[in-house]
T-cell receptor, first 110, second 115 residues
């Protein structure tokens, strides 16, 4: 079993839809929970990160962490075609080492 | 501010040939990472440098892979000889560390195809 599991998709939604992306993890020692966005032929870029259980909002994006069930989510409101990308969840330990999920490919259709 | 620079962006070689990738991190970033990203997968760490020192290379296949970071700035990752299974994207990332923060900034990657 991988330390971080993520549904590979692809996930196809119409423009304006609410998108829900999810990951599960196995190691309780992980401290930071990150979401990266990766456009085709580009490197990953950090979208959001959270430290504790609960929600964190940034514009149209909301990151949610449930440490009791080892479950993290990213919600995108009013999705746009420009949101079409691969979304990678990543968990960071105290030594700044990242463990990535496999990524979910999202397509937002106009 | 310039981001992480990698070259070449694309490389096609035949198996058993050597290949090298170059990375220039963001100015002032002490920590440099090399990741391997297979198609449809997330990045996996190969090696991490703190300045010139490789502090985590446990995932680097040392029989054919080598890396160096001379003077604690640029870094080179080499594969010799390349195998078909090495076809992937090789990502470089850097972070400032300390008071500068731990966020890792990624370059665009080098896409390697081994024929």
């Amino acid at each position: 079993q991988k330390e971080v599991e993520q549904d590979p998709g692809p996930l196809s939604v119409p423009e304006g839809a609410i998108v829900s992306l999810n990951c599960t993890y196995s190691n309780s020692a992980f401290q930071y929970f990150m979401w990266y966005r990766q456009y085709s032929r580009k490197g990953p870029e950090l979208l959001m990160y959270t430290y504790s259980s609960g929600n964190k909002e940034d514009g149209r994006f909301t990151a949610q962490v449930d440490k009791s069930s080892k479950y993290i989510s990213l919600f995108i409101r009013d999705s746009q075609p420009s949101d079409s990308a691969t979304y990678l969840c990543a968990i960071r330990n105290a030594g700044n080492m990242l463990t990535f999920g496999g990524g979910t490919r999202l397509m937002v259709k106009p | 501010e310039a981001g992480v620079v990698q070259s070449p962006r694309y490389k096609i070689i035949e198996k058993k040939q050597p290949v090298a990738f170059w990375c220039n991190p963001i100015s002032g970033h002490n920590t440099l990472y090399w990741y391997l990203q297979n198609l449809g997968q997330g990045p996996e760490l190969l090696i991490r440098y703190e300045n010139e020192e490789a502090v985590d290379d446990s995932q680097l296949p040392k029989d054919r892979f080598s890396a160096e970071r001379l003077k604690g700035v640029d870094s080179t990752l080499k594969i010799q000889p390349a195998e078909l299974g090495d076809s992937a994207v090789y990502l470089c990332a850097s972070s400032a560390g300390g008071a500068g923060g731990n966020e890792q900034f990624f370059g665009p990657g080098t896409r390697l195809t081994v024929l």
